[in-house]
């Protein structure tokens, strides 16, 4: 296929968001060179949801297929109080959700997602060069170009930059000049079990989350009910900034010795865990200078609690790609139209994530958590569908794209 644009957009990061902007970029005929400050691309972390807009987007990237591959479909989306042991929120992902929202929701790996659309881009290599062990600095612009400097002192020639490169951004600190919480308070523990290391009266067909005061703990399936993925979550005053640093069970179980038994069965089952303090962003108005935008984590980095970070990531390739087709690639017009239309949305999703999510989960103990459990206790399934139609249902320009 030839090339719409004879330089490339040049897209700093590989991770899930970049590869998908080069896909989204590539199926309206556009040309993409991703750069990737690592050795080897590829994606660390250990399991993720997708929701059915997460879906929509992979289908309209044309990886769907193969994510589902290895994805497990789970049965409900589960809330559990970590102190009695009730459920608290049961929301049945059947025909009815699938019906209601055109795609499902299921659970899969991290590397799998990545891996699906690095294979979408190298089968498109016609227009998507990938490009590893090379960090983007710095970048200068004109009307008519970006000029992007790597750390390794070259210069590379674009017709625009995205900015994927992640939560700390170089090109964020650029555009925007936000500075990243160095701590939040937010401390997550994770675990990768097999499953046949699960204690059986916890091998749920589902995404469960266990709630309490300061804490909570999610577990899903992984790889055909081959692996379980744990993680576990403690808002406090921590002292390490924890990147995928190793954490002995002795000191991650003392924070949940207020859960009751059934969780804290799960919690004594991994010989160790990893520990990652989460950060975020607050949201911003703009991602856009010129020929220069940002894309996914390095637009609205959020927390988990909504388990849409990637979703929200290729929900902004998608509109990328659209919005560069839809102005004959005037990138400085396209990425004005692309912020516009995601601004809004994915700003929501980062505050929902951020703040509102955890005054659900993370009630004390006594009044405040009987209150919580009565005002979801026996919601209709219907009810719960109303009430997530704002973030399951994928915008047009995600449905449309072709």
């Not at 170009?145 to 992640?166: H, M, N, P, R, Y």
């Not at 808002?235 to 069970?249: C, F, M, Q, W, Y």
């Amino acid at each position: 296929m030839k090339a719409r644009n004879e330089k490339p957009v040049v897209v700093a990061g590989g991770g899930i968001g970049g590869l998908a902007a080069a896909l989204a970029l590539a199926r309206k005929g556009f040309r993409s060179l991703v750069l990737e400050q690592a050795p080897q691309l590829g994606e660390i972390g250990a399991g993720i949801q997708l929701a059915p807009n997460a879906w929509h987007a992979l289908d309209a990237l044309g990886v769907g297929g193969l994510v589902k591959k290895e994805a497990v479909f789970i049965e409900h989306l589960l809330m559990m109080d970590g102190v009695s042991g009730e459920s608290v929120i049961d929301i049945p992902l059947d025909e009815r959700f699938a019906r209601r929202f055109g795609n499902p929701y299921a659970v899969t790996h991290r590397a799998d997602i990545h891996g699906s659309l690095l294979d979408g881009c190298k089968a498109l290599s016609d227009l998507i060069e990938l490009r590893t062990s090379t960090r983007v600095a710095g970048f200068a612009t004109d009307e008519n170009k970006v000029l992007v400097k790597t750390a390794s002192g070259q210069s590379i020639e674009g017709v625009a930059l995205v900015g994927a490169d992640g939560g700390r951004s170089v090109i964020r600190e650029s555009i925007v000049g936000d500075t990243l919480p160095l701590i939040t308070g937010h401390m997550c523990y994770r675990a990768v079990l097999d499953a046949a290391d699960v204690p059986q009266d916890l091998r749920w067909a589902a995404a469960t989350l266990w709630a309490a005061h300061n804490t909570h703990i999610v577990h899903y399936p992984l790889r055909g009910w081959k692996l379980f993925n744990l993680v576990a979550t403690v808002i406090g005053k921590h002292t390490s900034g924890g990147h995928n640093e190793l954490a002995r069970p002795d000191e991650v179980l003392p924070f949940f010795s207020h859960y009751c038994d059934k969780p804290l069965k799960l919690m004594r089952t991994p010989k160790e865990f990893r520990r990652w303090m989460l950060v975020h962003r607050e949201p911003v108005d703009n991602w856009t200078r010129g020929r220069v935008t940002l894309l996914g984590d390095a637009a609205h980095f959020m927390l988990q609690y909504m388990a849409q970070g990637a979703a929200m990531a290729m929900e902004d390739a998608v509109c990328l790609g659209a919005c560069a087709d839809a102005t004959d690639g005037d990138f400085a017009q396209a990425f004005l139209g692309y912020q516009k239309q995601r601004v809004v949305r994915a700003s929501r999703v980062q505050v929902s994530a951020n703040r509102l999510v955890g005054m659900i989960f993370h009630v004390p103990d006594g009044l405040e958590r009987q209150i919580r459990n009565d005002i979801y206790r026996g919601r209709s399934p219907e009810r719960y569908y109303d009430a997530l139609e704002w973030i399951f249902t994928p915008p047009d320009y995600v449905r449309n794209f072709k």
